[in-house]
Every structure is written in structure tokens, then in C-alpha cells.
């Protein structure tokens, strides 16, 4: 898409979210989208959701050990080369958000709403969803020089697919819960992913945010049984916030987890989620 300024709706979005936002001046890049987040974009991968931590809130030196796996250096102060990175954080405890430069301009995927250019003073200070930028990364590899370049070089997520006997085991376990808890699990559930990307969760990339609702807790207090169903969907990869609820129930071995420098890391929540259901299906 061509560049354009905030719409009056989201220029009241921003505000509402991002009280010191000169929002006049901010431009859209990008559409809104629940493939890929923010630390993604700074990664520069557009068909992933990267949040590679189990914890509700995430340290600075999470964050740290994530981007230096994959080649970036601390920097002392705001770089601003392409590529480099700035990280916000409530708190050196509570880290919330990463933007990255291209074409001189500081770039952000606000969670699953648009790709937006900004100054890191639109995205600061009271009252902001993310707090204040606490470190700043250096990467000197960057491949694309503008934010259109690095959107153009987005390419589909290859995920293993099930096989004809894993799709077969899943689908013989689906049909032994009964209907009735079928049609309440249907009901919970989407009531539940209806809360992932409202006004409240939008703008956050944790996968844990989505978990601090009362459709949640309605759903996870059906107990166990709900185990098939919820791995039904995850066969949809946009379903992979799915995972925060069986994450309740299974054995923590059955959760895929890569270490930050491992590969697998930069596919994010979606093949975690893929393998997290091929572990299962071996395991039941």
C-alpha cells in the first residue's frame, strides 16, 4: 500500500493509547494485521508473531538476550541507522514494544493494528501504552533500506503440515468429547477470541495480554476435556493465541519453546504452535 496519514478514527485511537502522539504526522505503512507484531518488524519478518517468552512480563534483559542472538548489539543512545532498533518497556521489568528505523524514519507494528513512521517521543511518555524506549539495539546488516522495501520482501509462512495420520488422530479425538461440551466450548471460545485484537489487546504483542479477560477465565474453567478442541484449532495458524489456554492444561514437555537463537524463534507463535500439536498428537 501507498503511504497515507491516520484516518480521524485512528488518529483517536493513537490518542487514546499514545497521549503525547503528534499523530499529524504520522504515516501509515502498513495495514492492520494479526500475522506478524512488532518484534517481527524489527526483525524484520512479516509472517510471524515473535514473543518468544513463557512470563507475563518480559526484562530488559530478555530482550537483551533475544536481539543479541540474532546479531544485534546494545547501543548507548539512539543510532538511527536502518535497521537498528529502539525497545520500550514500562519498566526494565515490564518491556512492551520494539520500533526500528528504515529510511530514516522510525517504524512500528503497534501489536496487531497498522504499520505506522513516528518519533520515539509519539510512542513515550504518561499515559503510553508502552512506557519510555529503555535500550537501544545496533544492527548493521539490515537488507532494506525503506519500510515499503522490507514490506516487499515478504514471503508466506512454510509450516510442516499434518500428516494424513496425524489429521486422522486428531480428528478421532475430537469426536470422542461429547456435543454438548462441543457447542459450549464453540460458544467460550469465540467469545473469547473476540477479546485478542479489541481496543483493549490490539496494540500489545504479548501473547499473556490475552489471557487477562473474564472470557478466558470462562473458557479455561471447562477444565481439560476442552484439550482436543482447542488443539482442533490450532490447524489454523491464525488461531495460535489458542496455545495461552492449552498451555493451562498440558504438560509443560508438550510445549514447544525454541531457544532464542534457535531458528525456529523467527517463526514465531505459529510454528510453536504447530509443533506444540504434533507433540500431542505423538503423546496421545
Request: net charge negative.
Amino acid at each position: 500500500m501507498s503511504p497515507r496519514p491516520l484516518t480521524p478514527q485512528e488518529q483517536a485511537q493513537m490518542l487514546h493509547d499514545f497521549p503525547n502522539a503528534n499523530v499529524a504526522a504520522m504515516t501509515v505503512l502498513g495495514p492492520a494485521s494479526s500475522t506478524y507484531n512488532c518484534l517481527a518488524w524489527t526483525l524484520n519478518i512479516l509472517n510471524a508473531w515473535v514473543w518468544p517468552w513463557s512470563n507475563p512480563n518480559v526484562s530488559r534483559a530478555q530482550f537483551d538476550a533475544l536481539y543479541q542472538a540474532h546479531h544485534y548489539t546494545i547501543a548507548g543512545g539512539p543510532v538511527g541507522g536502518p535497521g537498528d532498533v529502539a525497545a520500550y518497556g514500562i519498566s526494565v521489568n515490564d518491556m512492551t514494544h520494539g520500533a526500528v528505523v528504515y529510511g530514516g524514519q522510525w517504524t512500528s507494528k503497534l501489536g496487531a493494528w497498522l504499520l505506522v513512521s513516528h518519533t520515539l517521543a509519539d510512542l513515550a511518555g504518561p499515559g503510553s501504552l508502552y512506557g519510555y524506549v529503555n535500550r537501544y539495539y545496533d544492527y548493521p546488516h539490515a537488507s532494506a533500506k525503506s519500510a515499503q522495501g522490507a514490506v516487499a520482501q515478504e514471503r508466506p509462512m512454510l509450516l510442516d503440515p499434518l500428516t494424513d495420520a496425524e489429521e486422522t488422530r486428531l480428528n478421532q479425538k475430537v469426536k470422542r468429547v461429547p456435543q454438548d461440551l462441543v457447542s459450549e466450548f464453540d460458544t467460550r471460545y469465540k467469545a473469547w477470541r473476540a477479546t485478542w485484537y479489541d481496543e483493549n489487546n490490539a496494540m500489545f504483542s504479548s501473547p499473556q495480554m490475552r489471557t487477562r479477560s473474564n472470557e478466558f477465565m470462562n473458557l479455561i474453567t471447562m477444565g481439560p476435556d476442552i484439550v482436543p478442541l482447542l488443539m482442533k484449532q490450532l490447524r489454523d495458524p491464525d488461531q495460535f493465541f489458542a496455545l495461552q489456554a492449552l498451555e493451562v492444561f498440558l504438560d509443560p514437555a508438550l510445549v514447544y519453546r525454541p531457544d532464542l537463537d534457535h531458528p525456529d524463534v523467527l517463526k514465531g507463535e505459529q510454528a510453536r504452535a504447530r509443533t506444540t500439536l504434533k507433540r500431542w498428537l505423538i503423546s496421545c
